[in-house]
C-alpha cells in the first residue's frame, strides 16, 4: 500500500553520516554492492562489466565537492545513498504499492514482485535514491541492510548495514534517529546533523554531520632574536664575505 | 528529463482522442451534430477511442513489467498515475456505450447523458495526466500551475482541429468547430508563452548548496564525480542534448503548433468549412503538440542534477 502509515513511526532507523571524518574511500559502497547484490535486493545488475563503459545498480554513489574558495573552502567526501524519509513522495507516487514504508521502523522498501518499473518514483525522489534495473526491470533502493539488522545467523556485532560495518573512518553511523537518547541521536544533536535539501520537505530520516570548524592554525615558530654573538658572529661575518 | 517516445506518444495521441471524444461527445449531447449520422459516429468516436487506446498501449511500453500493468489500478489514494489508469478504463464505459449507441442510431435522451458523463470523464483522464507531472516537486518546471492546465488545452485544441476535420469530411462542418479550434490555439499559445517566460525566469528551488548543506562553506562545485560512465540516474535526470535546440524547437511549436492553426481557423471562418484546410490544421497542431511535450521533458531539469554539480 503506498499510503504512508497512518501514524508516523516511532522508530525511525537511519543513518548519520560525518562529512568531516568521511575519507572518500568507497569502501561503503563497495560493501554495500557486494552484500546487497547477494541479499534481499539481489541482483545489482551490472551492465557490460568488463568493457569499456561499465555502470550498473548501486545504493550508494560517493562525490566529491569543492565548497568555498580560498582559506576558507573545503574539500569534501559525500556519500549519497537513500534517506529514508518521513514523507517520501517515492512512496506515494506509486501506482501499484510496490513501494512502501515500514510502520515498524520506517525503512523505505520496493516489493520487487509488484514493481511495473514504471520509474516514477525515481524522478519523485530529489535524492537520486532509486535505479533501474534494465535487467530485471524493476527498480531497486538501499535496504538499509533489512537483511543484516534483523538478522540472527550473523554476530550481534555486524547486525548493522554493511556500510556502516565497513567504513574504515567510522563516518557511518546506524540507530534509531526516532530516540533522542539514542547514540546517533545525540550524535546529531552535538555536532549539528543536518537535512540534505531540506526545502523538499520530504523530511529525511538520515543525517550529515556538516565538516567541523577548522582548528586555529598553530603558531608559527619565533625567529630567534637579535644578530648571533661570539664565535657565531665571527662565522657569520666570514660566510657573508 | 529523458524524454521517452513512448511517453510522448501516449500523452499527445491520448489528448488528441480524449480532445475528439469530449468534443464529439458534447456536440452531440446538445444536438449541434445530429444523432442520425451513424456512419459519422461509428468512425469519428471511433477513431478518438482508438488513439486513446494506442497512447495508453504505448505508455505500457516503457515499463519493465508490462504484464504487471493492471496493478497499477490499486493506488488512486495517493498516486496520480494510479488514478490516471482508473479513469482511463472508466471513461472508456460511457464513451463505448455511446459508440454503440451512436453507430447503431439510437436516439434517446438518455443518450445526452451519456454522453455528457464521457466528456466529464475524458477531462479527468487528461486532469490526472498532468497532475502526475504537475506533483512532482524535484522537477521544478513541472511542479507548477501551468502544467495541467497545459495539458487539457493541449488534449482540447488538438480535438477541436480534429472534430473540425472529421465532421467536415462527413458533410457536418459548422463555424463552431472553427471558432473552438481558433480560440483554444490562441489561448494556448499565450499560456505557453506565459508559461516559458515564467521557468526561463523562475530561481532555483534547489540548488548544489541546499542540496549537499555545503553551502554554508560558500559555492558548491563536484570535483570528483561518484562514477566514470553514465549511470541510469544521469541518463534519465541529466538529458541535456536538446537543450541547445530549445529556442528552433519553441520556434516549431509557435510557428507550426500554433500557427499554422490559427490560420487555419480563420480561413475556415471567412471561407466555410474545408476538410483539406482542417486535415492540415489538425496535423499541424500535432507537430506543434509532439514538439511541445518533447521540450516539456527535455528542457526540465531534475533536482539530483544538483548532486552532480549542475548549477
Known amino acids: ?40 535486493m539481489a541482483p545489482l545488475t551490472d551492465l557490460d562489466p568488463y568493457g569499456a563503459e561499465p555502470e550498473g545498480v548501486w545504493f550508494n554513489r560517493v562525490h566529491g565537492y569543492e565548497a568555498g574558495d580560498g582559506a576558507n573552502g573545503r574539500t569534501v567526501h559525500f ?55 534494465e535487467t530485471v526491470g524493476v527498480m531497486k533502493k538501499c535496504t538499509l541492510c533489512v537483511d543484516r539488522i534483523y ?34 541521536s545525540k550524535l546529531v544533536a552535538e555536532r549539528g546533523g543536518y537535512d540534505l535539501a531540506p526545502e523538499f520537505d520530504y523530511k529525511p530520516t538520515n543525517k550529515y554531520l ?6 586555529p592554525s598553530a603558531p608559527a615558530v619565533a625567529e630567534a632574536a637579535g644578530e648571533p654573538q661570539g664565535l657565531l658572529k665571527w662565522v657569520d661575518r666570514m660566510l657573508s664575505i | 528529463m529523458n524524454p521517452a517516445p513512448s511517453v510522448i506518444f501516449f500523452t499527445t495521441l491520448s489528448g488528441l482522442g480524449y480532445g475528439l471524444a469530449f468534443w464529439l461527445a458534447v456536440a452531440r449531447a446538445f444536438g449541434t451534430i445530429p444523432a442520425d449520422t451513424p456512419w459519422f459516429g461509428a468512425i469519428s468516436l471511433g477513431v478518438a477511442l482508438a488513439l486513446v487506446s494506442a497512447g495508453l498501449l504505448s505508455s505500457t511500453a516503457h515499463l519493465g513489467h508490462p504484464e504487471r500493468a493492471w496493478r497499477a489500478f490499486s493506488q488512486w489514494r495517493t498516486s496520480w498515475l494510479s488514478r490516471e489508469g482508473v479513469a482511463a478504463v472508466v471513461t472508456f464505459v460511457p464513451l463505448g456505450l455511446l459508440w454503440l449507441a451512436w453507430m447503431l442510431g439510437a436516439t434517446g435522451g438518455i443518450w445526452a447523458f451519456v454522453a455528457l458523463v464521457g466528456a466529464a470523464l475524458a477531462l479527468i483522464t487528461v486532469y490526472c495526466t498532468g497532475m502526475i507531472y504537475q506533483s512532482l516537486k524535484p522537477i521544478q518546471a513541472w511542479a507548477t500551475g501551468w502544467t495541467t492546465p497545459i495539458y487539457l488545452l493541449f488534449a482540447l485544441m488538438t480535438g477541436a482541429h480534429a472534430v473540425a476535420a472529421l465532421a467536415a469530411w462527413f458533410g457536418y462542418g459548422a463555424s463552431w468547430q472553427a471558432s473552438a479550434a481558433l480560440i483554444l490555439t490562441v489561448v494556448l499559445a499565450i499560456a505557453k508563452f506565459m508559461y516559458w517566460r515564467s521557468v526561463d525566469t523562475a530561481t532555483p528551488f534547489s540548488t548544489p548548496e541546499s542540496a549537499t548543506g555545503l553551502g554554508r562553506f560558500g559555492k558548491v562545485r563536484q570535483l570528483e564525480a561518484p562514477h566514470v560512465t553514465e549511470n541510469y540516474i ?20 509557435y510557428a507550426i503548433g500554433f500557427g499554422v492553426p490559427t490560420l487555419v481557423a480563420m480561413l475556415i471562418l471567412i471561407s466555410g468549412p474545408s476538410a483539406l484546410l482542417a486535415t492540415i490544421g489538425v496535423l499541424a497542431a500535432m507537430v506543434g503538440a509532439i514538439a511541445e511535450r518533447w521540450l516539456f521533458f527535455a528542457e526540465a531539469k531534475h533536482a539530483v542534477m544538483n548532486f552532480y554539480g549542475e548549477h
Open chain 1, 1 to 40: 500500500m503506498t499510503s504512508l502509515p497512518a501514524t508516523a513511526p516511532i522508530k525511525k532507523l537511519g543513518l548519520v553520516i560525518d562529512l568531516d571524518t568521511c575519507v572518500g574511500c568507497h569502501a561503503c559502497a563497495v560493501n554495500c554492492k557486494e552484500w546487497n547484490t547477494g541479499g534481499e
Open chain 1, 79 to 133: 556519500p549519497r545513498s537513500c534517506l529514508h524519509c518521513e514523507t517520501p513522495a517515492c512512496v506515494t507516487v506509486c501506482p501499484t504499492g510496490a513501494s512502501y514504508k515500514r510502520e515498524e521502523d520506517g525503512i523505505v522498501l520496493v516489493d520487487e514482485d509488484k514493481c511495473i518499473g514504471c520509474k516514477l518514483c525515481s524522478w519523485a525522489c530529489p535524492y537520486g535514491a532509486r535505479e533501474f534495473d
Open chain 1, 151 to 184: 538478522n540472527e545467523t550473523i554476530p550481534e556485532a555486524e547486525r548493522v548495514p554493511a556500510c556502516v560495518s565497513t567504513c574504515p573512518a567510522s563516518a557511518r553511523h546506524f540507530g534509531d534517529l526516532g530516540d533522542p537518547n539514542s547514540d546517533v
Open chain 1, 210 to 215: 556538516p565538516p567541523r570548524e577548522r582548528m
Open chain 2, 234 to 253: 544521469t541518463r534519465e535526470m541529466g538529458f541535456k542534448v536538446a537543450r541547445k535546440h530549445a529556442a528552433k524547437l519553441r520556434m516549431i511549436v
